[in-house]
Each structure stands twice: as C-alpha cells, then as structure tokens.
C-alpha cells in the first residue's frame, strides 16, 4: 500500500524522467550533427531516462492506493 503522497512524487519522478529524457534525445539528435559520439551518447541516454519513466508508470500501475 502506498500513501497519496508517495504516488504524487512517483508522478512527478515519472514526468520528470520522460521530459528530460525526451529533451536530452532531442539535444542529442541535434549534437549528433557537430560530434557523432557525443550526440549519440546523449540520444541514448535521453533514450533511457524516458524508458526508466516509461517503466515507473507501469510500477505506478501495480501500486495500491492507501484509503487512511
């Protein structure tokens, strides 16, 4: 069971994650451009963080919500 308020820090971690994540991939993909190694490094970072937030909206799925 988790409290109302660990599931709305779980949802700002989500949203946290997926937005800088998309951001950072979206840098990457412009970085790629001037430095192939750098930019790719951060596409697939920026690939995982959304991924990472992707998963923590399946675990927020699987949470129960605490009625007190």
Do not use: C, F, P
């Amino acid at each position: 069971m988790a409290s109302a308020q660990t599931i709305e820090r779980l949802h700002k971690l989500i949203w946290a994650l997926i937005y800088s994540g998309l951001l950072t991939g979206l840098v990457g993909l412009v970085v790629r451009k001037e430095n192939t190694v750098l930019g790719w490094a951060m596409l697939v970072a920026g690939a995982g963080v959304a991924a990472a937030g992707a998963v923590l909206i399946w675990v927020r799925s699987r949470l129960d919500v605490d009625k007190h």
